[in-house]
């Protein structure tokens, strides 16, 4: 079994930055990809920032040129760097990962609790 736990957000006032910390732990052979997701009230989920073993990394539109996500596949943590926020990025903060458990073993994706981030004056 692998935990997922993210860390960082917060209440902070549009233009200032914020980082979002999320760790992986159990048993965990690989890590093939991390990201970070973002779920407003009232609407879907969407996919802010990804890194891919072997895919690189990807960003929204949205976030571009202000969002940096850092991945660490040896420390098994992932964060997203924040800057010049804006209150349209207020959302819930949900980190997953695609982890091998095993040698030879099948891709699972496994998601953290979430973490809230407010940008209001």
């Known amino acids: 079994q692998v935990q997922v736990v993210e860390s960082g957000g917060g209440l902070v006032q549009p233009g200032e930055s914020l980082k979002l910390s999320c760790v992986a732990s159990?048993?965990?052979?690989?890590?093939?990809?991390m990201g970070w997701h973002r779920q407003a009230a009232g609407k879907e989920r969407e996919l802010v920032a990804s890194?891919?073993?072997?895919?690189?990394?990807y960003y929204a539109d949205s976030v571009k040129g202000r969002f940096t996500i850092s991945p660490d596949t040896a420390k098994k943590t992932v964060s997203l760097q924040m800057n010049n926020l804006k209150s349209d990025d207020t959302a819930v903060y949900f980190c997953?990962?695609?982890?091998?458990?095993?040698?030879?073993?099948?891709?699972?994706?496994?998601w953290g609790q979430g973490t809230q981030v407010t940008v209001s004056s």
């Open positions: 890194w891919e073993l072997r895919g690189g990394t």
């Open positions: 159990g048993r965990i052979f690989k890590i093939g990809a």
């Open positions: 997953d990962v695609f982890v091998t458990e095993l040698l030879g073993g099948s891709v699972v994706n496994y």
